[in-house]
């Protein structure tokens, strides 16, 4: 009987699977349908990302009732109004255990060595498909296999041909170095040659793997997936917070795998958030609590701290304490600093590294609202993306993802950024300066109104629209055509980075968002922030404005004489390294609290080792203003494997957890701020709360459920500034420094990972073949760059796919970059020259 | 006198002229279209009431495929020639080339004409590049002549085909796996939605058409539906057949005979008969992927309708005959041997499954069968039904009909622990 | 690295095509005409002309029998070996083989010129038992026909073809 409301017109296709009715939206897939109804039909080829493949032929289900009869791949097959299903019928069962014969005829008997034995789909499919005792007589056919890099092991003999790593590396992701080969039951998944897998997201392949082919390194031989304590976690490697599940053995942290968010990253994750972990298990991790280089427990520590913190205060005023953050302390821990600053009246926290980044993201932030935040799922539908002033797979990768899936649906994408953006999807790169973009977004957003005002006109003349500032011509037809572009789509986006834009440039981002709104609609801002939680830090900021270099010129002025730094190492970002060794001699006390090795950790008085994420659970607030809260996977300790060096554990019994002495920032922070006896009375939920209303509803609502802290409305736009954004570039014989962050080397967490560190490439310094080739530099040449703090030797890449004028440096750990000295805007052409050595 | 359509410009030992061809009213039909006198929606008439089926062994209907090009349907349109014809025991399309090559091209162009198309690619398989160099100096030659080309013959319609060689695999035959082996993509079959009429190469509306289908095309034009039916032999046939006959006759060929023309007739008077000593066992009767026909049925007409009505196929109309020294596990294995190799490799039933059935033919055949092999190999050839595309199904149809009909021998196989017959030298 | 000329006239015709990778397979023919098969190298190149990355066009090449990416000699002997042929003398023509190069199935001999593998049926089983030498098809093999036809290979003159 067919389903059709009568007022809607939806057709809503009834079926029977298994003599259970159910209604499903049309297009539906009779495998979906059958899952709903609680249903997993077997299935190997089939995955709901990859879509239907009708490969594996494990899908096979009795059609009784409807267009089709017999046995059906229900992959295959959409589920349509009055059909019948059976996937117990005698013959389907049959068929599908005659396949699963079929498909291990070949394969090994690995499982005892196998680390997907116990969490592998063919294992499963197997034992519940009924096949057991193997009657083949013949020979298993075998493959070499192949080295694909650090993160992934390759064991071919194991594959079923499912095809699904192929469909996954090549369809959905873009990448063009991994697929079949031969022909026949000789079907090889491989490269060309042996070496790493060029895409950020290879590692997602282990996950979707049905058997061993493709194995997780980084855990080999660890553990079996039940020894394992295993918790749905979050990646806190970019402001995308990407969902996955942390596993945990013997106090470490193991793997990585993704976890399926229908509204940020759908089923993957990058290799960044995949294979970033093992900071949390450094050896040589702060453990102990230190005092004037001695080891102290942490008891005596906390005091000291407190004390000193007290006498310093008594001495020179409360506001001579001064506290720094960093974007990936947790909610907890920034809203803890907010109250103990206040309270105690100590300096505000500084959480940016730099002003413009604390003024980018919190504009970026106050303009973000209900009606205008778009998630990443939802860029996926997009028709039209303009992306500004981001470089995707580098900054944040599962974007570029997203923006591939908007890609394979037709959207046009535009990206106007200065580097030599490279990414998984075709796309009109309008590669000019950061200065220009802002100008571009005005130019943009007054076409688009003055076309709309004059629609409303009735067919007056499209009058040109007043530049809003010096534009070189020839951008003037690329404008156009976007304003184009845009004035047709119907569900267009607006992507704005917040790392190398203008000050001015978020706002204007968010102009041109809600006259798409007011055009569309439809919801069209996606903001990328520096950090994990870059928007809960402006959430929580007690004082709007305060970044690290005000914390550095109070030291110098004699304003600030002791630091607390709390997860954070202004070593990685301040621009002038030997500024900041000096301004941190001058302090009468630096304590430092953290769960990294850091250079502050290193060098301070007073050291509080705190817990990771994975120790302690944690909040933290993604670029779209999701709250996403994480319970802990383990107690936290050192490894045991760490603890007598591979050995057996010291045979001395205790009911101390070695290394265990270590406590969440936040709560280490309460204790330092001398609240001692409320502390085990402390509830951080009602804290949070009080220092922001959107966290109350951190009470109600389930760990295992997200919540967007948006307001309905935005801030109103700000008054046009004079920023001179649109300046045309100063001196004809300098280059602008832009510096940027890679997929791997500059990221603060999975640069602590040995394997990273042998995987990421030799860091490159970019400029435009236009301006190389005067130089007499080509692409590859070591270049040395002569600055006020030394020089600086480093690679060069030449590309013509980028703006001129301008000199892109990755703030690389590998490179000294932080001997520019205070940034300079600039760099004459004088100082960078081809160096001698090859 | 047999009625010779496709094979009226035969001349022994050498090509016919495209002089030759216009000589007995070549090109004719294209000079009518360039003048207007069909439009495309008329040609899919005439040949759709002419009965026309694809010749390339799954006897569609011709113009039932062009009419499934949807009206509205997206520019430009393409056209591909099947020539890849790796069915063993299959010569047809070769013969059809070295024969009257002009006579396939004034074929294209109608049917490119039919759907309008703009491009056409004659695929043809890596064995026949001499086939492949007759084509392309013909092609060049219909070009001068003004037959190909932009703006045909003064008209508005510009048509011009390319010659594809295709790397080899029996595959690439299967219809969407030959536009996937165009485009330069590996040539898995790609099951429809979308029909490739609707979304084939590029995503624009493609017609896969076998040769000889296109072949008949000018002459069905020119003399009219009504003179096509009238060729068959049987009441629902038309046109004439090239039948390919091979194995144990005196005069394997191929010939031009209606369509419905009994087997027997085939093999005693255009084959020459048995040779001596052999008598006939059985024959494939339309390529290596249809089943074992047997004695009993010696008298069945060969055409579509004719040996479905008894449980077989036409196929190809390649007559491949067996006789009583042959052993026919030995057929099988070979057959499935050849299959094994050539499964793409994309659907689990076709890559494991004929590996595994030809593992225990082979064991059959070297004196290592078992009684329990046989309802397996019953079962795996029934399973394989359940494929991605034809080939497997195609595999199963010897084994089967082995066992259906020939079963004794397969146990006296066993029994024996060897080949009772001796191997073929 | 092939020649310009060469270089040239496939980057020309690749140009020509609507769609690139339309020309793989043919790009690769080319190549291997002049390498005799497609080495790492000649993948590379032909990889670039086309605008396919070398593992794309690797799914291709070792998808299909006529492209060969091992060495083979400088006439590759396909022997068909499909259900006509293997009634009407295959084994003959194989062991006649091997016997006259000193090769098996598979090998090459010593001198590179030539190769023996097995093919499937290649339409000639009208005059069974045939076999294919770099394209050209010979029918009705006897050991006598064999014989002249491998002389004249091993010659340099290239035996008449059966059309």
């Known amino acids: 009987m067919p389903v059709q409301s009568a007022s809607l017109r939806i057709a809503m296709p009834r079926l029977v699977i298994d003599d259970l009715e159910i209604e499903v939206p049309e297009g539906t897939k009779v495998i979906e349908a059958a899952e709903r109804l609680g249903i997993m039909i077997p299935r190997f080829c089939y995955h709901k990302a990859l879509g239907s493949a009708g490969a594996c032929r494990m899908c096979a289900v009795k059609f009784i009732h409807g267009p089709f009869k017999g046995l059906q791949m229900s992959c295959m097959i959409d589920a349509q109004d009055g059909m019948v299903v059976s996937t117990t019928d005698e013959e389907a069962v049959a068929f599908r255990r005659q396949v699963i014969e079929w498909l291990m005829m070949n394969h090994p008997h690995d499982c005892p060595v196998c680390d997907e034995g116990g969490q592998c789909l063919l294992q499963d499919e197997t034992v519940s498909g009924g096949h057991g005792l193997r009657r083949y007589p013949g020979r298993k056919r075998t493959y070499h296999d192949q080295y694909l890099g650090e993160f992934i092991a390759h064991e071919m003999n194991r594959c079923i041909h499912c095809y699904r790593c192929s469909r996954f590396y090549q369809d959905f992701a873009g990448y063009r170095d991994l697929g079949p080969m031969q022909i026949a039951n000789r079907v090889y998944f491989g490269r060309f040659r042996d070496g790493p897998l060029e895409s950020p997201f290879a590692g997602n392949l282990v996950d979707i793997c049905p058997t061993g082919v493709y194995t997780d390194r980084s855990s080999r031989y660890k553990a079996r997936r039940w020894d394992l304590q295993r918790v749905p976690f979050l990646c806190i490697h970019c402001s995308l917070g990407c969902s996955t599940v942390a596993s945990a053995r013997y106090r470490e942290v193991v793997r990585i795998e993704a976890r399926f968010n229908k509204s940020v990253n759908g089923h993957f994750i990058c290799d960044r958030g995949r294979f970033g972990y093992p900071y949390a298990n450094l050896a040589g991790r702060p453990r102990r609590a230190r005092v004037d280089g001695e080891d102290a427990s942490l008891a005596e520590a906390v005091r000291a701290a407190s004390g000193r913190l007290d006498q310093i205060s008594m001495n020179a005023g409360p506001d001579a304490v001064a506290l720094v953050a960093s974007d990936r302390c947790s909610l907890e821990t920034l809203a803890v600093l907010k109250r103990i600053s206040r309270e105690k009246g100590w300096t505000h926290p500084a959480v940016f590294p730099r002003p413009d980044l604390e003024h980018k993201t919190r504009r970026a932030v106050s303009r973000l609202d209900r009606r205008l935040a778009v998630s990443m799922r939802e860029l996926e539908s997009a028709d039209f993306i303009l992306a500004v002033g981001i470089d995707p797979v580098h900054e944040a990768p599962m974007l570029a993802l997203a923006l591939r899936q908007a890609f394979r649906e037709d959207a046009g994408i535009v990206v106007m950024d200065p580097r030599p953006v490279s990414a998984p999807f075709d796309f009109e790169h309008v590669a000019i300066a950061p200065a220009e973009i802002g100008g571009c977004l005005s130019r943009i957003t007054e076409a688009l109104s003055a076309l709309q005002a004059d629609s409303a006109a009735q067919g007056k003349e499209t009058r040109r629209p007043e530049a809003a500032g010096p534009l070189r011509a020839d951008l003037d037809s690329r404008i156009a055509g976007i304003v184009e572009r845009l004035k047709g789509s119907r569900n267009p986006v607006i992507v704005c980075g917040t790392d190398i834009v203008r000050d001015s440039t978020p706002d204007r981002a968010a102009d041109l968002a809600l006259l798409l709104l007011q055009l569309k609609g439809r919801p069209c801002l996606f903001f990328v922030l520096p950090g994990p939680n870059s928007f809960g830090a402006v959430l929580l900021a007690e004082s709007p404005g305060r970044s690290f270099s005000d914390v550095v010129q109070d030291i110098e002025q004699g304003k600030v004489k002791a630091l607390l730094v709390v997860e954070s190492d202004p070593f990685k970002n301040f621009p002038d390294r030997e500024r900041l060794e000096r301004a941190l001699d001058r302090l009468d006390l630096l304590a430092a609290m953290d769960y990294l090795p850091t250079s502050v950790v290193g060098r301070a008085h007073i050291v509080l080792p705190t817990c990771t994420v994975f120790e302690r659970g944690g909040s933290f607030i993604n670029q779209e203003g999701r709250v996403q809260r994480v319970e802990p996977v383990h107690e936290g300790g050192v490894p045991v494997h760490q603890v007598s060096g591979g050995g057996h554990p010291p045979r001395v019994f205790s009911h101390e957890v070695p290394g265990g002495e270590i406590e969440a920032a936040w709560r280490t922070a309460v204790e330092v701020a001398g609240y001692t006896n409320a502390r085990d009375n402390l509830s951080i939920l009602k804290i949070m709360a009080e220092e922001h209303p959107g966290f109350a509803r951190c009470r109600d609502i389930p760990t295992s459920r997200s919540f967007r802290v948006l307001p309905d409305a935005g801030d109103r736009p700000p008054v046009c500034e004079e920023t001179g954004d649109g300046a045309a570039p100063e001196a004809a014989d300098t280059l602008e420094v832009v510096l940027v962050d890679r997929f791997f080397g500059t990221e603060e967490l999975s640069g602590y990972s040995p394997v990273i560190q042998n995987a990421d490439s030799e860091p490159l310094v970019f400029l435009h073949v236009r301006d190389a080739e005067p130089l007499g530099i080509a692409h590859s040449d070591w270049i040395s760059i002569a600055l006020e703090g030394g020089g600086l030797e480093v690679r060069a890449g030449v590309s013509a796919q980028m703006a001129e004028g301008v000199l892109v440096i990755p703030r690389h750990r590998l490179l000294e970059w932080q001997k520019l000295g205070p940034v300079p805007a600039r760099i004459p052409f004088g100082r960078i020259s081809k160096a001698g050595k090859e | ?425 | 690295m092939i020649p310009e000329a060469l270089k040239r006239e496939l980057l020309e015709r690749t140009a020509r095509a609507e769609h690139p990778r339309e020309m793989a397979v043919d790009v690769m023919y080319a190549l291997q005409g002049y390498y005799g098969y497609m080495s790492d190298e000649a993948m590379e190149e032909a990889a670039e002309i086309v605008g396919m990355t070398p593992l794309e066009l690797e799914e291709l090449a070792t998808f299909y029998d006529f492209i060969y990416r091992r060495p083979v000699g400088r006439y590759v002997i396909r022997v068909c070996d499909s259900a006509v042929c293997w009634m009407e003398g295959y084994q003959s023509v194989v062991d006649h083989l091997t016997s006259r190069l000193g090769i098996g199935l598979g090998d090459t001999t010593a001198d590179g010129l030539f190769s023996l593998i097995p093919v499937c049926c290649i339409g000639y089983c009208d005059r069974a038992p045939a076999m294919l030498i770099n394209r050209k098809v010979y029918g009705e093999l006897t050991p006598e026909k064999i014989d002249r036809i491998l002389q004249k290979l091993a010659t340099g003159k290239p035996a008449a073809g059966e059309e």
């Open chain 2, 1 to 425: 006198m047999l009625p010779q359509v496709l094979f009226q410009n035969r001349k022994p030992r050498r090509i016919a002229t495209m002089e030759e061809y216009c000589g007995s009213g070549g090109y004719r039909v294209l000079e009518d279209i360039a003048r207007g006198k069909y439009s495309p929606a008329d040609i899919c008439r005439i040949v759709g009431e002419a009965g026309l089926r694809g010749r390339g062994g799954a006897g569609f209907p011709a113009a039932t495929k062009w009419m499934s090009v949807p009206v509205d349907g997206a520019y430009p349109r393409y056209l591909a020639a099947n020539a890849d014809e790796m069915e063993p025991g299959t010569f047809k399309d070769r013969m059809l080339i070295h024969v009257d090559p002009h006579t396939l091209i004034e074929g294209m162009i109608i049917a490119g004409y039919a759907i309008s198309a703009s491009k056409a690619f004659f695929f043809i398989r890596p064995s026949y590049d001499s086939s492949a160099m007759i084509l392309e100096r013909e092609l060049e030659r219909a070009r001068q002549a003004g037959y190909l080309g932009d703006n045909i013959l003064g008209s508005d319609y510009s048509f011009d085909i390319i010659l594809h060689r295709s790397g080899g695999r029996y595959i690439c035959g299967e219809a969407t796996a030959l536009l996937n082996a165009l485009m330069g993509k590996r040539p898995n079959p790609m099951k429809p939605p979308p029909y490739p009429t609707v979304k084939g190469l590029w995503n624009r509306p493609t017609v896969v058409n076998n040769v000889e289908t296109l072949a008949n095309l000018p002459h069905i034009l020119r003399n009219g539906p009504e003179w096509y039916k009238g060729l068959a032999r049987t009441k629902t046939g038309a046109g004439t057949k090239l039948f390919c006959i091979s194995g144990k006759v005196n005069r394997p060929g191929c010939v031009e005979l209606p369509i419905g023309t009994p087997l027997r007739e085939i093999i005693e008077e255009h084959a020459g008969g048995m040779r001596a000593g052999s008598e006939f066992k059985a024959c494939l009767p339309g390529g290596a992927s249809t089943r074992y026909l047997t004695k009993d049925l010696l008298d069945v007409e060969m055409d579509f309708d004719s040996l479905s009505a008894v449980g077989h196929r036409l196929g190809t109309a390649a007559i491949t005959v067996f006789d009583q020294k042959t052993c026919l596990v030995g057929v099988t294995l070979n057959l499935l041997q050849f299959f094994a190799r050539e499964s793409c490799g994309w659907c689990t039933p076709c890559r494991e499954g004929l590996p595994y059935i030809r593992d225990l033919l082979w064991r059959i055949e070297n004196g290592e069968g078992r009684e329990e092999y046989i309802p397996m190999l019953r079962q795996m050839s029934r399973d394989v039904w359940n494929a991605y595309c034809a080939l497997a199904p195609g595999a199963a149809s010897p084994v089967e009909s082995l066992l259906t009909f020939f079963e004794d021998e397969v146990r006296e196989h066993i029994r024996l622990k060897k080949c009772p017959f001796s191997r073929p030298r």
